[in-house]
């Protein structure tokens, strides 16, 4: 049957090489394994087309990207105080992500998305000590040693 068969040239089509555009949780926390005020996990990898979705996990966070800390014509986003937004995220490279409130606390997380070599100027000397020694610890925790301060 031609219906038939066109689906299954379909299937067997978008199979090889067709993997599913995957969902990082990432919760925001007043206290998780690596200290206070934290994203938790505070670094993701995944591929292009993927996505993070922001947890509630305790109250009064958000999810922003840093001005500057993403790949070239990046949009960027916003979340509202205790939003769970999902951002999928296209463009190769990596990504800073705050809480608005609590960023001089180093309330960070780090995103690489696909195949991508830290740019040398990423982590601006207008952000927080904090936050650059944040930065810093991410990077050398996932051996981003050009991350490192
Ligand atoms: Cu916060």
Redesign the pocket.
Known sequence: MRLRSALIALVLMSAPGAVLAETVEVR?LNRGTNGS?VFEPDYVEFAPGDTLQFRVGHR???AAFIEGMAPDGFEGFKGQIDEEIAVTLDRPGFYGIK????LG?G?VTLVKVGEATAPDVFIDDALPARVRKRFGEIGAGAGLTRLAP
């Open positions: 925001m005020v009064s966070h958000n809480c608005s409130p609590h606390m309330m």
